[in-house]
């Protein structure tokens, strides 16, 4: 199999971390026939490959064998912002795949994160649509789902371009990235009424870029005598850190 390496990825304040491990645990309770989650947003600049990264990272901490698909085929910004560097000189992706130039197999790359493999979108391409509803994808996310034990994928933004909703009919579920205290809900509840059409379980929404500072029980996680250890021991240094700055 081939091989690639994160050379960037940020870390996370206790409270982040606390979060993902909740996010991680309550897609564990969706079942076990949910094995391929789409990540998309509402607007472009939600958080949602962040989070999906993230969550990838998690679950192989669990010991899982999990891959993410970057399925953002028209603007991918995942290789740039986390620095991949490939082995071997020859690299493709899912648009490769997906036009017939290789194998699956030539596109599945293991990461420098025991557990955690990564199919990265390739050549950017115009004519996204037309790849992505091709009978090559389906018979894709089917393989991926025998070989690894959850399937992550990253799409672009839903309430943009109708790709993620071409991806949603090929996912079991659905996670919904939303910003703080940006659009409106119905724009939301139009996205999720759109990927539920295509047959897909909407398992729930996540709210990104939350200033702790603005809640009153902020403290809790930082300062009360259960966890302030648990903080102080996992890296915090700051107890009114920002959260993570937001990729899209």
Same mark, same amino acid.
């Given at each position: !199999?081939?091989? #690639?390496?994160?050379?960037?990825?940020?870390?996370?304040?206790?409270?982040? %971390?606390?979060?993902?491990?909740?996010?991680?645990?309550?897609? %564990?309770?969706?079942?076990?026939?949910?094995?391929?989650?789409?990540?998309?947003?509402?607007?472009?600049?939600?958080?949602?490959?962040?989070?999906?990264?993230?969550? !990838?990272?998690?679950?192989?901490?669990?010991?899982?064998?999990?891959?993410?698909?970057?399925?953002?085929?028209?603007?991918?910004?995942?290789?740039? +912002?986390?620095?991949?560097?490939?082995?071997? +000189? @020859?690299?493709?992706?899912?648009?490769?795949?997906?036009?017939? !130039?290789?194998?699956?197999?030539?596109?599945?790359?293991?990461?420098? #994160?025991?557990?955690?493999?990564?199919?990265?979108?390739?050549? @950017?391409?115009?004519?996204? !649509?037309?790849?992505? &509803?091709?009978?090559?994808?389906?018979?894709?996310?089917?393989?991926?789902?025998?070989?690894?034990?959850?399937?992550?994928?990253? %799409?672009?933004?839903?309430?943009?371009?109708?790709?993620?909703?071409?991806?949603?009919?090929?996912?079991?579920?659905?996670?919904?990235?939303?910003?703080?205290?940006?659009?409106?809900?119905?724009?939301?509840?139009?996205?999720?009424?759109?990927? &539920?059409?295509?047959?897909?379980?909407?398992?729930?929404? *996540?709210?990104?870029? *939350?200033?702790?500072?603005?809640?009153?029980?902020?403290?809790?996680?930082?300062?009360?005598?259960?966890?302030?250890?648990?903080?102080?021991?996992?890296?915090?240094?700051?107890?009114?850190? @920002?959260?993570?700055?937001?990729?899209?």
């Amino acid at each position: !199999m081939k091989q #690639l390496k994160i050379g960037r990825f940020p870390a996370l304040d206790y409270a982040c %971390s606390e979060a993902l491990n909740t996010l991680c645990t309550n897609l %564990s309770y969706c079942g076990r026939e949910v094995r391929s989650i789409l990540f998309t947003s509402r607007y472009e600049q939600e958080g949602k490959s962040g989070i999906a990264m993230n969550v !990838m990272r998690t679950l192989a901490g669990y010991g899982k064998r999990v891959l993410l698909v970057d399925a953002d085929l028209r603007c991918s910004t995942l290789a740039r +912002r986390y620095r991949f560097t490939y082995a071997q +000189r @020859e690299n493709a992706g899912l648009a490769q795949h997906l036009a017939g !130039m290789c194998e699956l197999q030539d596109v599945v790359y293991r990461t420098n #994160l025991p557990g955690a493999f990564i199919l990265p979108a390739g050549h @950017e391409v115009l004519n996204s !649509m037309q790849l992505l &509803a091709s009978y090559r994808y389906g018979e894709m996310m089917d393989a991926l789902r025998d070989e690894f034990d959850i399937v992550l994928v990253d %799409s672009p933004p839903a309430g943009l371009i109708v790709d993620a909703i071409e991806i949603a009919r090929y996912c079991d579920g659905v996670v919904i990235v939303v910003e703080y205290n940006r659009g409106r809900v119905q724009d939301v509840a139009d996205v999720a009424a759109n990927l &539920a059409k295509t047959g897909c379980k909407v398992l729930g929404a *996540v709210m990104n870029g *939350v200033n702790l500072k603005s809640f009153r029980n902020r403290k809790y996680y930082y300062r009360s005598e259960r966890y302030s250890a648990y903080y102080h021991h996992y890296g915090g240094t700051d107890a009114h850190a @920002e959260p993570e700055a937001k990729d899209k």
